[in-house]
């Protein structure tokens, strides 16, 4: 796809960390970008700093997400593009020691099915809702490209740690979704593809390097190469490869440094 100012794009977790790298690589080469979030003021101030929209959208509610799209579509038209990052996922070991209790307890089903919901539910709203919207639309060029779809996956769906069960289940689901996506969305030019970053230096991450230095410098020496945690700027940028490169499709790639993520 050619990357240029015809061009509209959607971002969730636009005002943070991954999102908000995304959405400023793509504003930065001309794309209308909507931020959608659920911080109204870092997305609005972002927002505004790189000429987009933002609409407060809660990735978990339908009803919110399609408010979303209709407000970001009056504003800039169709979106081709959909980055979506934002997620909602609890952690805890299947089994533990319960110090208060003095027993073992076990992770809810509950909080299981609220992180599944969270990362593999939303992602499936957010990708077909933006997939109906790009049907409807003429092709982009020759090949009858519509639109890109990039979702956000982890290295945790395929190395997770202790006390990651839901997040890599969740993340999984996501890696095992873009495949029959991309063939569902085949003939309507849609192309999917996730992302799965390793350590990236954001927000959460930052909050770790305060409060923990040393638990920080021990996640950057677990990284083989480069011995850091990931840029998010170095995110955005393979954000831009797979929206500009039309040969990516139904592929999920990890970008993590070469790290392989030990038990804990
Ligand atoms: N940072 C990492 O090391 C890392 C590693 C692997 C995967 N990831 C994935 O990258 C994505 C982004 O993570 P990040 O590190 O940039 O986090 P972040 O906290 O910096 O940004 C997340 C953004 O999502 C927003 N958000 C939270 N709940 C929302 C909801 N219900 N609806 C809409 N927006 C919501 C937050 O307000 C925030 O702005 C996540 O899917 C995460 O699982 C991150």
New binding site residues.
């Given amino acids: 796809m050619n990357i240029d100012t015809h061009l509209s794009a959607i971002v969730?977790?636009?005002?943070?960390?991954?999102?908000?790298a995304s959405a400023q690589a793509l504003a930065a080469s001309g794309v209308k970008v909507a931020v959608?979030?659920?911080?109204d003021t870092?997305?609005e101030s972002f927002a505004a700093e790189i000429g987009g929209v933002f609409c407060h959208?809660?990735?978990?509610s339908e009803e919110s997400a399609l408010a979303g799209f209709e407000k970001a579509r009056a504003a800039h038209g169709q979106e081709r593009i959909l980055v979506h990052?934002?997620?909602?996922?609890g952690g805890g070991k299947t089994v533990g020691w319960d110090k208060e209790n003095g027993g073992y307890k076990r992770a809810t089903s509950e909080g299981f099915a609220r992180s599944m919901d969270?990362i593999a539910t939303a992602s499936y709203r957010m990708a077909s809702i933006a997939a109906l919207g790009m049907a409807g639309v003429e092709p982009l060029n020759e090949d009858g490209e519509r639109g890109c779809i990039i979702l956000?996956?982890?290295?945790?769906s395929q190395d997770g740690q202790i006390g990651q069960v839901a997040y890599g289940a969740g993340?999984g689901a996501v890696n095992a979704m873009v495949l029959p996506m991309a063939r569902d969305l085949m003939d309507l030019g849609i192309r999917v593809n996730a992302i799965l970053?390793?350590?990236?230096a954001?927000?959460?991450?930052l909050g770790v390097k305060e409060k923990a230095p040393a638990v920080y410098a021990g996640l950057e020496a677990a990284v083989p190469f480069p011995r850091r945690?990931?840029d998010?700027q170095e995110f955005g940028s393979l954000v831009m490869e797979l929206v500009r490169n039309t040969y990516f499709n139904g592929q999920c790639i990890r970008l993590d440094g070469g790290i392989r993520m030990p038990p804990k």
């Fill in positions: 969730t977790g636009g005002a943070s960390g991954l999102g908000r959608f979030d659920v911080n870092l997305g959208v809660d990735i978990m990052c934002a997620m909602v996922a969270g956000t996956s982890s290295c945790a993340k970053p390793g350590t990236f954001t927000p959460p991450m945690l990931g998010p």
